[in-house]
């Protein structure tokens, strides 16, 4: 089920817990600002997800509220991700849910990256 992405922060959300150490995760990268691991259901050969540190539910939320700050430092950190795992030269899809239109189901801001093959098609049911 989507999420309303205009509730409130819920600490008990599964990356709040992954970013408490509550829950494991196969962690790619790690700084001030965000923390990158595989996706548990990965939909293609390269699936990471990028979360910021702070208490974040959506891209909505984030852009709205995030300071300059957070919004750089997590950007540059998707960007890092992209080039640990050697996607830039062979290119890659980065994506974000956004509340119901957009299914995103977990609230807590996420990048999904997506590698290792092209994506030919822009967007599927
Ligand atoms: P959304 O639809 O919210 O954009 O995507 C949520 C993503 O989180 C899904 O791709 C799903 O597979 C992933 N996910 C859900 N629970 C877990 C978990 O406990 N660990 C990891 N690593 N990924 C998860």
């Known amino acids: 089920m989507p999420i309303d992405p205009k509730l409130p922060y819920d600490d008990d959300n599964i990356f709040a817990k992954i970013l ?58 998707v960007g890092e991700v992209t080039r640990l795992l050697e996607l830039d030269t062979p290119g890659y899809r980065l994506m974000v849910n956004m509340g ?12 999904h990256i997506f590698g290792g093959r092209p994506f030919f098609q822009m967007i599927g049911e």
């Open 20 to 77: 408490r150490g509550e829950l494991p995760c196969k962690e790619v990268y790690e700084d001030d600002h965000a923390l990158a691991f595989h996706d548990i259901r990965p939909q293609a050969p390269v699936h990471v997800l990028v979360i910021p540190k702070d208490r974040f539910v959506s891209w909505d939320d984030f852009t709205a509220k995030g300071s300059d700050e957070q919004i750089a430092g997590f950007m540059r950190a």
């Open 100 to 111: 119901g239109h957009g299914h995103q189901e977990v609230p807590h801001l996420h990048v």
